[in-house]
């Protein structure tokens, strides 16, 4: 199946610092990719859309500039977390469909393992 | 946002027993799928169901759907310890991609 690669798996940081975190289709294409945020115990929480080559679409309540998505090409995006504070602290999880997959195959979402991210 | 509640919470059950988890859901859909996630790690697709369709078998898992009710189960038979993970149901309504998720169903299975 088709892998993403998401890096990187944790991140320990002091408050005011930001984080850059990479989600990769190695293995297909993906226009678009998403961006979640996982509570211990919890649910996937939709943060934002990433639309490559355009601006992301961001969830009600997600701040579009604490929160900076990039696409720059077909098969990376990123997530940068910028002036981290402890409230920050989660688990960041990307996903991606490929685009070029047929019938029932092209809604499924294939996801990065995640990143814990600790703001100290 | 969430789509809904999954039920149960929590499962706690042998190896070798039957596992059925629930999930409900607010909006129409295109297809529900459901996912499986290991502690600490992404997700993993086990299966998807489109709304027209009423059960879907993959391996030891089953899916139903009932739109009327808006609501999934998935079926795990023949549980095994390595089964023990955290599902969660999942909702397309728009065939972008852009999935909701349920609260999921912790499950533990135990040898």
């Known amino acids: 199946g088709a892998v993403v690669s998401q890096h990187p798996s944790r991140v320990i940081c002091k408050s005011g610092t930001s984080v850059k975190i990479e989600c990769r289709s190695l293995?297909?294409?993906?226009?678009?990719m998403f961006w979640y945020r996982q509570f211990p115990k919890q649910s996937l929480m939709l943060m934002a859309t990433?639309?490559?080559?355009?601006?992301?679409?961001?969830e009600q309540g997600v701040e579009k500039d604490k929160f900076l998505i990039n696409h720059a090409s077909l098969t990376l995006s990123t997530l940068t977390v910028t002036s981290a504070h402890p409230e920050d602290s989660s688990f960041y999880i990307c996903?991606?469909?490929?685009?070029?997959?047929?019938?029932?195959?092209?809604?499924?979402?294939?996801f990065g393992a995640g990143t814990r991210l600790s703001v100290l | 946002s969430q789509q809904g509640e999954e039920d149960p919470q929590a499962l706690s059950i042998q190896e070798g027993e039957n596992a059925t988890m629930n999930c409900s859901y607010k909006?129409?859909?295109?297809?529900l799928q459901w996912y499986r996630q290991n502690s600490g790690r992404g997700l993993v697709h086990l299966i998807l169901?489109?709304?027209?369709?009423r059960e879907k078998h993959s391996g030891r898992l089953r899916v139903t759907l009932d739109t009327s009710k808006k609501s999934s189960s998935l079926l795990i038979t023949a549980s095994r310890a390595a089964d023990t993970a955290s599902y969660f149901c999942?909702?397309?309504?728009?065939?972008?991609?852009?999935?909701?998720f349920g609260q999921g169903t912790t499950l533990q299975v135990k040898p």
């Open positions: 293995d297909f294409q993906a226009t678009t």
């Open positions: 996903s991606a469909r490929d685009q070029q997959a047929t019938g029932r195959a092209k809604n499924i979402q294939y």
């Open positions: 990433s639309n490559e080559g355009s601006k992301a679409t961001y």
């Open positions: 909006t129409s859909i295109n297809n």
């Open positions: 169901i489109r709304s027209n369709e």
């Open positions: 999942a909702t397309d309504s728009s065939n972008t991609g852009k999935l909701i």
